[in-house]
């Protein structure tokens, strides 16, 4: 087993040195560099190519990218082009908003989604199931940033209930209050996905509650919420499980437009404006972040399939 | 009991009375200026630095602008040319040399005094790098300071659009401590440089997020009163924030929920939706930009001046701008429009021509076969809804349009480049005190327009002081644009800004002159 594992992880570094040399070709192949954007329209050929020349954006590709390789196997991305910060306190920084965000969204769509997929399936062809089910279908088909932008309209612009856009950051400034800024982003990405994993949940139960052992447990006696608890909810809730895990993994990519609408500073935003900017080291640093949670997920995966199923070959 | 209702009545009277006055008295107070609070402007798109001399966007300025103080102020109120860290200046009969006699006991924001020996170290640095530094540099000999408060410039022909220049704050010369300002070179200035003299410090900068500014308590403000940016300037806030938020729906939102007071370009199709709001206050600001349909004179299809002639006399302008600017555009042709010195009504016969036909003619005459032109796209506003309708209307008129389209970089990386293209669209300021420093004219510019007759014309342009001569050269200018259609101008559009109502914010101002396309949260309170 530990072989396995130890064999396992020695594949992912040529995988993420494939992918790292990917992302670097791939960055540099859109047309653009740094030095246009920061000194405008009016500056001459001379200061772009001087500032080019410094950043080193001048010499042949396979030099940049040997160097960036190099710098990453001692664990160094660089500095920002623009904040001139190193680029891993950057995405530090930015790191806590999206985290904050996509584990505050897992847990409310998570509790509900769950909560409203039970009651619906114990309630099967009810009118509460009925209603229920119509809400989740609707809720699930909303995009996103449209339903951002109503819950901004309505909570902040119209009510003033709660702060429209931004956040200035909990560990930063000690207050514990700013939580209050990610109300808004944290619904949006939750709205849609409670809608979901509701009527996921709703299907799983109702397969369990028609499966055998369930009629015998009834028929020993046993209470209905013992029964729909202790036997009917823990197996229902395995593939719910698999899907919420997935689900998270998607909400990475759906925070890139959650954080731009709501103009929170987090990774996904990050990874906007270093595209728009041409920020080539904070750009190459988090497709890295991206592709190296991929790998190290997967890597996971298999451990945990090893474990759970012995017919898995470790040679 | 009719005693009893009298002293009701007196008291009664005697309470609406004191509720009156403590009503009045609180309106008083609200409407006199106070210290205190925090100034939050949103602003739609990051900043590159805070170098406010090595970047002509405009960001930079808006936030630098309250950092860093110029010789002289051209964004004035009454349109005149006024003094800033200069006390006063003179010109030399033959217009050859420019003495400034500086203000004195102007304190840095490292406590250090300006000086000529600051002065003389900025605007040399501006000279050799600065982002609009390069357009002056050919005509300046030298630079001197012959004592602690007084500092010249010598050129070496006539060059009158130096003033307008000197004055400029997105890419002019800025004032910073001598030592900084040689130390920087050609590098940007870093933050921790970011010294001046303005009524506001830098404070911190989180990038993408935030910029802080604090205020600079030794600021000694001028004796005149206030005229736009110039005069008396007062910081009565505590701080400004400056956040960055590039969606637009968040800037509204940001608005009428009361988190920023001030904020910017919102697209002009927005307007007639957020005029009818109470909630806040609009600022539309007269035409402050033209756009246009830029042209590759050097190489390619539209190197040919005949084929550019035959795409100005396809366009409807009305069209093209209704679909960027919805009500917010003005169709008129003048390069600068009539809120300017510049306006001129030369060649406009040619401006906006709607004549598909005359435009196969002139293409057939030009020798265009159905070839593909290749049109630049920046997938934002207005460039896009531009570039679309223009796109349209050449394809029905039978021109063959390669629309390509990328994000503003990709297009910046590709007009530099004269194998890549033949026309792209993009916008320029319609305010410059003085035609003689647009950027577009420059022969290095995307486009490379380089005629004899252009630089003729130019150089007289420049050379000469006298307004009315000025204006015919320019009339000339505009008969040559015309003729040669370096780049087609499609019209000018008003710019919306968007603030707080006056219940949040006082003294915000209501010019709506186009100069004021720049915020300066001074002589401006908190209620």
């Known amino acids: 087993m530990t072989e396995f594992i130890i064999r396992r992880f020695l594949i992912m570094v040529p995988v993420m040195l494939m992918a790292g040399i990917i992302c670097f070709l791939l960055i540099h192949l859109i047309p653009g560099t740094p030095a246009e954007l920061m000194l405008g329209v009016n500056a001459d050929a001379a200061s772009i190519e001087a500032l080019t020349k410094k950043m080193g954006y001048d010499q042949p590709l396979y030099i940049q990218c040997f160097k960036w390789l190099q710098m990453v196997l001692k664990l160094d991305f660089g500095r920002s082009i623009y904040s001139q910060q190193p680029v891993i306190s950057l995405i530090a920084h930015r790191a806590e908003a999206s985290i904050l965000i996509a584990c505050g969204a897992t847990i409310l769509f998570s509790f509900f989604g769950i909560l409203v997929g039970i009651i619906s399936a114990v309630n099967r062809n009810s009118w509460l199931d009925q209603i229920s089910m119509t809400l989740s279908l609707t809720f699930a088909s909303m995009p996103s940033f449209w339903i951002g932008l109503n819950l901004m309209l309505i909570f902040a612009a119209t009510l003033r209930w709660l702060p429209s856009s931004g ?126 949670l991929y790998v190290f997920i997967n890597f996971l995966c298999d451990i945990i399939y090893a474990i759970l199923d012995p017919r898995i070959q470790y040679d | 009991m009719r005693k009893k209702r009298m002293k009701a009545v007196l008291l009664t009277g005697f309470f609406l009375v004191l509720c009156s006055l403590v009503i009045d008295l609180s309106f008083a107070r609200s409407q006199s200026p106070k210290y205190g609070g925090t100034f939050k402007v949103a602003l739609d798109a990051e900043l590159p630095t805070l170098d406010t001399m090595m970047t002509s966007t405009d960001h930079p300025y808006d936030v630098g602008g309250h950092v860093f103080e110029n010789l002289i102020q051209y964004i004035t109120d009454d349109g005149k040319l006024s003094p800033e860290l200069a006390d006063s200046w003179t010109v030399s009969k033959d217009n050859l040399k420019f003495t400034f006699k500086l203000r004195q006991g102007v304190r840095f924001h490292n406590g250090s005094e300006m000086t000529s020996e600051d002065v003389l170290a900025s605007v040399d640095r501006w000279l050799q790098y600065g982002a609009r530094g390069g357009i002056a540099r050919p005509y300046v000999d030298r630079l001197s300071n012959p004592d602690k408060y007084t500092f010249e410039i010598y050129l070496k022909e006539p060059y009158a659009p130096l003033l307008s220049l000197l004055g400029f704050g997105n890419g002019g010369p800025v004032i910073l401590p001598g030592a900084i300002a040689r130390a920087a070179g050609r590098e940007m200035v870093a933050p921790d440089n970011y010294i001046g003299t303005g009524p506001y410090k830098f404070g911190k900068w989180v990038q993408g997020e935030y910029v802080r500014l604090d205020r600079w308590d030794k600021y000694v403000p001028r004796k005149e009163p206030a005229n736009g940016r110039a005069g008396k300037k007062i910081a009565y806030f505590d701080t400004l924030e400056f956040h960055i938020v590039t969606e637009v729906a968040a800037r509204v939102n940001g608005i009428k929920a009361g988190q920023y007071h001030y904020a910017f370009n919102l697209p002009t199709d927005l307007y007639q939706s957020l005029v009818k709001d109470p909630k806040i206050r609009v600022v539309k600001l007269e035409p402050t930009y033209w756009c246009g349909l830029n042209f590759n004179t050097k190489q390619g299809l539209c190197a040919n001046q005949g084929l550019r002639q035959a795409i100005l006399a396809v366009l409807n302008m009305d069209e093209i701008l209704a679909a960027a600017f919805g009500d917010l555009g003005v169709a008129q042709g003048s390069i600068f429009p009539k809120s300017t010195p510049w306006y001129t009504e030369a060649a406009l016969n040619k401006y906006n021509q709607k004549n598909p036909k005359l435009a196969i003619q002139l293409a057939q005459k030009a020798g265009y076969k159905g070839e593909k032109i290749r049109m630049l796209v920046g997938n934002l506003w207005p460039a896009y809804e531009l570039s679309q309708v223009i796109a349209k209307q050449l394809k029905d008129a039978g021109f063959n349009v390669d629309f390509q389209v990328y994000d503003w970089a990709g297009v910046v990386a590709n007009r530099k480049e004269p194998d890549k293209w033949e026309m792209f669209t993009t916008y320029a300021s319609a305010v410059y005190y003085d035609p003689g420093i647009s950027y577009w004219l420059s022969p290095t510019y995307p486009g490379w327009w380089d005629t004899p007759e252009k630089l003729a014309i130019l150089k007289d342009f420049v050379s000469t002081t006298d307004y009315k001569t000025r204006l015919k050269n320019w009339s000339g200018f505009q008969e040559i644009f015309y003729t040669q259609v370096p780049i087609i101008k499609l019209g000018d559009y008003y710019t919306l800004h968007m603030a707080a109502t006056e219940t949040y914010i006082k003294g915000l101002g209501t010019s709506t002159h186009s100069i004021h396309t720049f915020i300066y949260a001074w002589n401006m309170w908190l209620p």
């Open chain 1, 167 to 292: 956040y200035p950051g909990v560990i930063e400034s000690g207050h514990i209050s700013n939580l209050q800024y990610l109300i808004l982003p944290c619904l949006t990405i939750a709205i849609p996905s409670t809608g979901l994993i509701a009527r996921l949940t709703r299907s799983f139960f109702i397969d369990i509650l028609s499966m055998e052992y369930i009629n015998t447990a009834r028929s020993k006696g046993l209470k209905e919420s013992v029964v729909l608890i202790k036997h009917a909810l823990r197996n229902a809730l395995i593939p719910v499980v698999a899907v919420i895990g997935s689900y998270f993994a998607e909400i990475v990519s759906l925070s890139v437009v959650i954080e731009t609408v709501f103009n929170v500073p987090g990774v996904g935003r990050l990874v906007v404006e270093s595209i728009l900017q041409r920020d080539y080291p904070t750009l190459q640093a988090l497709l890295m972040l991206i592709a190296g």
